[in-house]
């Protein structure tokens, strides 16, 4: 199973730009990203999925090196909203769900 | 509105308990799932099930029990076995049965505490 590692906490200012690190060394070949973000008291809600090099969407960016040992997701312009506790899951297209993967989170604080 | 209840969204539990947590979706998924979540950890499945009448264990199952009678409902108890219950529950549901990458809907969760 691939293990995910991230920062535990991270503190940015209302429209900077915040990039958060997920990493997974033991990747598999067949392994997708996904991240998703929790609110307190609530349940995660799905950011952005990727395979490898970059992915975007309305609200975020994906990026995936060619190694694939580590993922980065970009958040542009924050506001004091995106402070939420942000996961990354590691997983494969097809199996048990049981090599679905979470991290332990990163919390993030947008400051006035 | 297409979503995922779960309820009740407080629930406390007496020493030698039984209680049943509900989770129901309306957005006919094919797979369902349970999680836990502990103050400040990511999440542990604790089942899974990819269709109706079919579920398997996830990675802390020991204390815990489900059914799957409907597709749209996958109700998770949790028993007097199960010494440390106190925790904050999510289900989830994704599309497909056969693909666990899809991205998983969550309910609100329901948060359980000892009494």
């Known amino acids: 199973l691939a293990k995910t590692t991230q920062p535990i906490s991270m503190d940015s200012y209302e429209g900077q730009e915040v990039n958060i690190t997920c990493s997974h060394n033991n990747i598999a070949t067949n392994d997708y990203i996904t991240w998703y973000q929790q609110f307190p008291s609530q349940g995660p809600r799905f950011i952005i999925q990727?395979?490898?090099t970059k992915v975007t969407n309305e609200v975020a960016s994906l990026f995936i090196p060619a190694d694939r040992k580590s993922s980065t997701l970009s958040l542009p312009r924050v506001s004091l909203s995106d402070t939420a506790v942000y996961y990354c899951l590691v997983g494969p297209l097809s199996g048990s769900a049981r090599q679905l993967t979470f991290g332990s989170g990163t919390q993030l604080t947008v400051l006035p | 509105d297409g979503g995922i209840t779960q309820s009740p969204k407080y629930l406390f539990r007496k020493e030698g308990q039984n209680v049943t947590l509900s989770c129901e979706q309306n957005l006919n998924h094919d797979a369902m799932y349970w999680y836990r979540q502990d103050p400040g950890q990511g999440l542990r499945l604790i089942y899974y099930?990819?269709?109706?009448?079919?579920?398997q264990k996830g990675d802390i199952a020991e204390g815990y029990s489900v059914s799957r009678e409907k597709k749209e409902s996958f109700p998770l108890t949790v028993t007097s076995a199960q010494k440390n219950p106190t925790a904050f529950y999510l289900c989830?549901?994704?599309?497909?049965?056969?693909?666990?990458?899809?991205?998983?809907?969550f309910g609100d969760g329901t948060r359980l505490s000892i009494l």
């Open positions: 990727g395979y490898k």
């Open positions: 099930s990819q269709i109706v009448n079919d579920f």
């Open positions: 989830a549901s994704s599309p497909r049965r056969d693909r666990v990458d899809q991205p998983q809907h």
